[in-house]
């Protein structure tokens, strides 16, 4: 019996799929390093509340690691760290590698949009007493998550006169903050027998910004102007500006550890700003790449990726276009021959709302980076389902490499559904796989990662990179 059952011991190590917790495999040494990324990505979290930010700090890692804006024409050579900034609200970066580009670059592909509540072009109005900004929320929410939480306001607004400020209100300790308010529960009976979909109305998302008259006399708006005229003094803007404004409120609560042995972090816009640091990273840390490395920081993807700064654009193929040229050859046998990482997150088991998914086939906290071969909904429609060849390729890139892996796919059958950048890419004719981090309570205000997956993701994207 002994005999037959240290058989099946050996048996069970050699014939089922490995599913252990991150934590029995990671070495200690790497859990440091796991430790220390964290401390670099919880910065960037807190400084890249927006695409906009996020531009800003990639720009600035960039430029301090020997990256330099790319203007097309340029001469290339192997070794160049070179990007390019499309319209402060995505960017590009490449390291030119040795292998000639014809054989196609590693691209990786992540956003840096996040679910917010924007502000509406003619946002300020005054009701008994009140000044409030109209909003018109960004990205697939549960409206009634970002009721009674503080906020903060981000963005720019162009004057009249054609010069542009920049707006971050609510972040620093001295700031003041603002939120929706909801209705108390003694008040509540009507709200809430209605559905969750339907109990906090889009149009109810309004922000209080202000309760404070100008003036003494019994006039109406004069909160209103005692705002505007706050806003005149601090910004020199007036009403009409806010037509020409891009201003997003987001959570004013910064990423913290998340639990008492600090395995996790708390967070907003973990989605996707998990994968996009760690994509950042890896390109920044990757010296002499036998092929060249392509990484892109993209916009709009939580509205579908259309608009010139979302990857239904052509700025990416373009920039391919660009960089091919200069090196002797052609934007589409470069694209042809390339293979991307479109990296992602994932929805993450939760075990209060165990129900939506396959246990064998959804992706775990602490259990490494996910890939996923497809995503979509109902027939996996809206997807671009990698072949067994290329998944089988990133498979055995990791295992030789030592990456703690995973895969898993969005929820149930049925179930409902979603989609990445993954098929844009893939209809340039890439070899296309989702990678990414598994997220707790994904695109609410307040998102949960593991450093240990995270970490992961860093990794396999260096690997990646290094291929
Ligand atoms: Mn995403
Ligand atoms: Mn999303």
Redo the contacts with the bound molecule.
Sequence with gaps: MEEKNSVAKELREKLFAQKKNGYHRISAQEEKLAEDFAEGYKKFLNTSKTEREAVQETLKILNENGFVEYKKGMELKAGDRIYRNNRGKSVIMAVIGTAPIEEGVRLCAA?ID??RLDLKQNPLYEDNGFALFKTHYY??IKKYQWTAIPLSLHGVVVKADGSKITVNIGEDENDPVFCVTDLLPHLANEQMSQTAGKFIKGENLNILIGSRPFADDEESGTVKLNILNILFEKYGITESDFISSELEAVPAFKAKDLGFDRSMIGGYGH??RCCSYPALMATVDCKDPVHTVVTVLTDK??IGSDGNTGLCSSYLKYFIADIAQALGSCGRDVLSASECLSA??NAGFDPTYAEVNDRNNCAYLNKGVCITKYTGARGKSGTSDASAEFAGKIRILMDGNDVIWQTGELGKVDEGG?GTVAMFIANLNVDTIDMGVPVLS??SPYEVISKLDLYMAYKAFSVFAKD
């Design positions: 956003h996040s679910p990205g697939g989605d996707d993807e939580e992602d997150v979603g994904m695109h």
